[in-house]
């Protein structure tokens, strides 16, 4: 026998296993109410005239039980297959639901907005791509990290490259690039810093004392009565290519020139500086002559 | 203690004036004794260290033996004796079936006929999108500007909430040739994903250990000259291929006066990137010093004698990769075919490597 009252009060006031109370309300696990909410006229178990509407993969059925079937656990539920349009679902619930209560009606039409919508928003979720979560096994990880220190301490980088670039160096691949011979390259630039330094030195230690230079040269010239060594001297301050036999004479006979001269011209102590530094100036040209000699 | 007694019953057989020598036998015996066999501990202890004790001296012994004949080769003026090869993981790996010998012909016949072959042909010039995860923040744009900077013809595209798959599609209209995804994870750059297009390969790679070029001491500043590229150690068919997927995306004219070098140095499966400046020296050695004073013939001879050097400055990132799977054609997670896919029971010999 069915009584809705006495199953009602059975199931709200001792127990049912479908109710959940949580903090904000009474609510009902059972997948046949339409509601979800535990109350008389929404409890599908002590209502014997009762509809719903339920999801099977995608498809919604309309589920309706009456009091006729009570007896027959088996048949209790009429399902009724409802089309995939909203609207034609509405006339289709409304036809079935003809004279039922208007409240149920109701809340089945409501049931049925909520799961279109569900419906329609998985079905778009599911279309998205999304980030898959992976798990971090920290074996494998700490174990990894072990032995990518090893191998960068096993590869010796630097050396690899080193080596590789070597290897490409001499197969040629940089020809005529900055393939240079380094070494007459830097010879050339150290010819180039030597003749740099001269010229300074040149510029530096002429300063204070041109004028007496000058004059003592004139000296010189006028005493002895060189003149041709004089033009050659002057050829090799200009330029260092000039031929090392003819600066070596030149440096003879400027010292023994030198030497007579001192005693007689003791009071001018610039004189002797600059001769001095004048040698060594000579010298220095020597050496970037043969410098130069030796590379080209 | 049953062979204790049998040796003496044998010994006794024989005759009872052995019985000293059948002693001293037992004593010799017992000292090979493993110690761990012995249950008290302060013999067990005192009998380990003696063995010990005993293991280092020969060992010594055996060291000064080999010095003594090589320094004795030395100066009789014979060859002296080869010289060990330590056992290192690079010279015991397991034998791999694809390790690619220089003279495949099927391997080469395989290259031109995949997906990298117009590119490395010269027929086009490749052009990259360089792109990241969804979230992405602190290192990662850091990260992709110096990528930026590394690969010439890179493009940095927001990601958007655009799907991978739509992304592929874009770049395969603007004619891009691969699509790096830079994917961070909890602020740190943690994966790379190279698609090669339009029908290339896409390699995940893990990424790690990655220092910006503001972190490295000394670094210098690359200039905007095409790098050249350095790929040491990918012997495998496997490993050609990913040597193959990464020389795509750099430019195969590279600018030679501009000396920089991109390094992607596998060693044990994983991948080393380091990017450098780097110059050509000679080596300063007494010879150069006197050069000046020699005569020109001598010249010669010190220029044969000395040797050129390359001096490398570290700039750009620096990080590793190691390689998580290999798919077949573009990004596809669930109909994708992979090429190759690391699993968890590789890792159950450290010697073994598959690039």
Known sequence: ?296 | MGGKRKNSESEGMEGDNDGKNSNKKMKKEKTEILPSSIKNKEKRSAVHAKLKHQKKLDKRKKLKARAAAEKRALELGEEPPPKQIPRTIENTREADATVCMPDDEELFAGNDADEFSSILKHDRTPKILITTCRFNSTRGPAFISELLSVIPNAHYYKRGTYDLKKIVEYANNKEFTSIIVVHTNRREPDGLLIIGLPDGPTAHFKLSSLVLRKDIKNHGNPTSHKPELVLNNFTTRLGHRIGRLIQSLFPQDPNFQGRRVVTFHNQRDFIFFRHHRYIFETKESKQSDSKGKKAKDAKDESIAKEKVVAHLQECGPRFTLKLVNLQHGTFDTKGGEYEWVHKPEMDTSRRRFFL
């Open chain 1, 1 to 296: 026998m069915q009584h809705d009252e006495v199953i009602w009060q059975v199931i709200r006031h001792k127990h049912c296993s479908f109710m959940s109370k949580i903090s904000t309300g009474i609510f009902c696990r059972n997948p046949y109410n339409v509601t979800g909410i535990c109350n008389r006229s929404s409890c599908p178990l002590a209502n014997s005239r009762y509809a719903t509407i339920r999801d099977h993969d995608g498809v919604f059925y309309l589920y309706m039980k009456t009091i006729e079937r009570a007896h027959k656990p088996n048949d209790l539920w009429e399902r009724v297959k409802l089309p995939k349009n909203y609207e034609k679902t509405l006339e289709v619930i409304d036809k079935h639901l003809m004279y039922w209560p208007k409240l149920l009606v109701h809340k089945i039409k409501q049931r049925l907005t909520k799961m279109t919508q569900m419906r329609i928003r998985m079905r778009k979720l599911a279309l998205k791509t999304r980030e898959k979560i992976m798990t971090t096994p920290r074996k494998e990880k700490k174990r990894e990290t072990r032995r990518e220190e090893k191998a960068e301490k096993a590869a010796v980088l630097d050396k690899a490259i080193e080596k590789e670039l070597l290897a490409r160096l001499e197969n040629g691949i940089y020809d005529g690039i900055y393939n240079l011979p380094f070494n007459k390259f830097i010879e050339t630039l150290d010819t180039d810093e030597l003749k740099a330094e001269d010229e300074n030195e040149e510029e530096s230690e002429v300063e204070y004392v041109e004028a007496n230079f000058e004059l003592e040269e004139e000296d010189d010239i006028e005493d002895l009565g060189m003149k041709d060594y004089h033009i050659s001297n002057d050829n090799a301050v200009d330029d260092d290519d000039d031929e090392e036999v003819n600066a070596v004479k030149e440096k003879r006979v400027r010292r023994w020139s030198k030497s007579a001269h001192e005693k007689s011209e003791k009071d001018e102590p610039g004189t002797k500086l600059k001769k001095k530094s004048r040698i060594h100036v000579e010298v220095d040209h020597e050496d970037g002559g043969e410098r130069q000699k030796a590379t080209f």
